[in-house]
């Protein structure tokens, strides 16, 4: 994901600009018919999304990937913590009352 981080306290505001196939998995590049890692806004990642659908889409359809994707490319905010080259964020779901942790750990 590109975007705007930004901190505060314990807390990181993200706002995502650009999402890249590969934030989902490779299957889902599969999926969306693109051997390329490309960077997509939200427009653009909506279109390919409907693309990939063959012109099979319905109304329905296009709304529900709409309302998806509008959620994809919401900002959040998460707790986080900062450990020598390791970065930890937390984000509360809602929808089943638990944190999930994610980490990352800084390239030399």
Do not use: C
Not at 47 to 76: K, Y
Request: hydrophobic share 35%; proline share 2%; net charge negative.
């Amino acid at each position: 994901m590109k975007g705007t981080y930004s901190t505060a306290g314990d807390k990181i505001m993200m706002k995502p600009s650009h999402h890249s196939g590969l934030d989902f998995g490779f299957g889902f590049m599969i999926w969306m018919d693109s051997s390329d890692p490309l960077w997509y806004n939200k427009n653009e990642f909506k279109t390919e999304w409907i693309a990939s659908n063959d012109g099979t889409t319905s109304g329905e359809q296009i709304a529900i990937i709409g309302n998806i994707v509008n959620d994809l490319f919401a900002s959040s905010t998460s707790s986080y913590s900062v450990s020598g080259n390791t970065l930890a964020i937390t984000s509360w779901d809602f929808n089943v009352n638990t944190g999930e942790k994610q980490t990352f750990t800084r390239k030399k």
